[in-house]
């Protein structure tokens, strides 16, 4: 029997300086950020993660995760993963590791999450 596509919920996302993978299977999310403080230009980051949990849906799906630039139009860093939701009940959780970003402009800068180009 074929399961119906069901389009998933994004439960959380967090942009981050690390995630590990402990030995009992947990997740451990380093450096939380909210903001970046930066006393001059260019700050450079040697790694940046995004950290994304699906659940509520059923089927394979595509997400895509940018950091956007201050314009709204420059991509400054950008990935892609497929991920399938097997039941409802189930959930996905995908990491995108960054590195070498750099941040050119003080401002506001976006994290977009995309799932199917939507």
């Known amino acids: 029997m074929e399961t119906d596509v069901v389009l998933p919920d994004l439960q959380s996302a967090v942009l981050c300086e690390d995630v590990r993978c ?3 299977g947990m997740q451990t999310l380093v450096g939380v950020l909210n903001v970046i403080p930066a006393p001059s230009l260019p700050i450079n980051y040697m ?9 509520s849906g059923a089927g394979k799906f595509r997400q895509k995760s940018r950091i956007v630039g201050v314009d709204e139009q420059q ?12 039941e409802m ?9 960054f590195g070498g970003v750099q941040f050119q402009q003080y401002g506001m800068h976006h994290v977009e999450i995309y799932l199917e180009d939507e």
Do not use: P
């Not at 790694?47 to 659940?55: E, G, N």
């Not at 009940?89 to 590791?97: D, L, P, Q, R, S």
């Open 75 to 86: 991509v400054i860093a950008q990935a892609e993963v497929e991920f399938v939701l097997k």
């Open 89 to 97: 009940e189930g959930h996905a959780t995908n990491v995108h590791y």
């Open 47 to 55: 790694r940046l993660c995004i950290w994304a949990r699906w659940c």
């Open 22 to 24: 402990e030995f009992n």
